[in-house]
């Protein structure tokens, strides 16, 4: 049987044989690890210089970003055109429907800057997976959610100490409670473990997984649609194109909720850091 081929052209996503087909006496390329690994565009790993595909996405995602809203707010209207209009409300749907609703007007309004550019930062890496050509979700690459998750990990972890200085940062951290009384110290330590090691990588893996698997299935069904094309298969190939279609439909409303979700995680740390009682 005729082993999946996997691509060193980086710009390849779907790294298989595509002279596989069904009943052509060759096994289904199903995806895997390698659909999530690519070759350097130039550099190596051994040298100072590495760049490689999703390094590239997220490059061109960041300027994308800039560029909109550069575009939209640069010379601002009293009455907005159309991309003034839905930079606005993009942006006052992150300023007034997380970072208001969880943080506060008051207190929040300074981290509005950073919680939207974290929103659409996050969408626009979580996008590329249904975009032709690109075809890849930079989250699906952990480190990617793993930095974005640690710089929210240090500002709130920064916050707590800036507030409550250190006794009340610990208390915050391990979830003082004397009429706990015999198992406050058993509680403390669960506390203290879940605040200051669990909680920040489970939201970087909630993105990454949902992405990942995300990924995966689009990979699959998309392949599969490929690897059937071939005689009575393409009956099933038609069947397994149509959940392409409803993958990607799927597809765009969960990269909007995962973005979301991470910025709803965000400003919740952050206004646990500014609470005066806890």
């Known amino acids: ?23 052509s006496g060759c096994g289904f390329p ?19 210089v590495y760049f490689n595909k999703t390094m590239l996405l997220a490059l061109l995602g960041s300027i994308i970003i ?11 209207k009293v ?9 606005e409300a993009g942006y006052d749907f992150v300023r007034r429907g997380v970072v208001y609703e969880t943080i506060g007007k008051k207190e929040g309004e300074k981290y509005v800057p950073l919680v939207v550019s974290l929103f ?8 590329w997976s249904i975009i032709p050509v690109a075809q890849f979700p930079v989250t699906a690459i952990i480190s990617y959610p793993a930095v974005l998750a640690g710089i929210v990990y240090i500002l709130w972890v920064s916050l707590t100490f800036k507030r409550h200085g250190f006794v009340g940062a610990f208390k915050n951290f391990t979830g003082y409670d004397k009429s706990l009384g015999a198992v406050l110290p058993l509680s403390m330590t669960i506390e203290l473990f ?5 909680r920040p990588f489970t939201h ?25 094309l071939n005689g009575i298969g393409i009956a099933y190939s038609a069947v397994s194109f149509v959940m392409v279609l409803v993958m990607t439909a799927f ?28």
């Open 1 to 23: 049987m005729k082993e999946p081929a996997v691509s060193a052209d980086p710009t390849q996503t779907l790294a298989f044989d595509t002279s596989c087909h069904l009943f």
């Open 30 to 48: 199903a995806p895997g690890l390698h659909s999530f690994l690519f070759e350097p565009i130039f550099g190596d790993a051994n040298s100072n």
């Open 66 to 76: 800039v560029a909109v809203f550069w575009a939209a707010f640069a010379r601002p």
């Open 79 to 87: 009455v907005p055109g159309k991309l003034q209009m839905v930079a």
């Open 120 to 127: 659409f930062f996050v969408w626009m890496m979580n996008l």
């Open 194 to 198: 879940s605040n200051l090691l669990v």
């Open 204 to 228: 970087a893996v909630r993105l990454f997984a949902n992405m990942f698997a995300g990924h995966t299935l689009l990979l699959l069904f998309t392949i599969a649609s490929w690897y059937m």
């Open 251 to 278: 597809e765009l409303f969960i990269q909007a909720v995962q973005a979301y979700v991470f910025v709803l995680l965000t400003c919740s740390f952050i206004q646990g850091a500014l609470a005066e009682s806890h």
